[in-house]
């Protein structure tokens, strides 16, 4: 159940980032997106957490 959402929403965040497929400064775009990497696997491990 858990890695399955994982992937699924690392998934819809590689979708979106893919779709946003012309920046105009391609590091602030890079900085945002291991932003929200982080913020994702930091979430899923407090979530991992949870339930042990």
Same mark, same amino acid.
């Given at each position: 159940?858990?890695? &399955?959402?994982?992937?699924?929403?690392? +998934? !819809?965040?590689?979708?979106?980032?893919? #779709?946003?497929?012309?920046?105009?400064?391609?590091? &602030?775009?890079?900085?945002?997106?291991? +932003? !929200?990497?982080?913020?994702?696997?930091? #979430?899923?491990?407090?979530?991992?957490?949870?339930?042990?």
């Amino acid at each position: 159940m858990l890695p &399955t959402y994982i992937k699924l929403s690392l +998934s !819809v965040i590689a979708q979106s980032s893919s #779709s946003k497929n012309v920046p105009a400064h391609p590091r &602030t775009n890079d900085g945002r997106f291991h +932003s !929200v990497l982080i913020l994702l696997l930091f #979430s899923s491990s407090q979530i991992i957490l949870k339930f042990n």
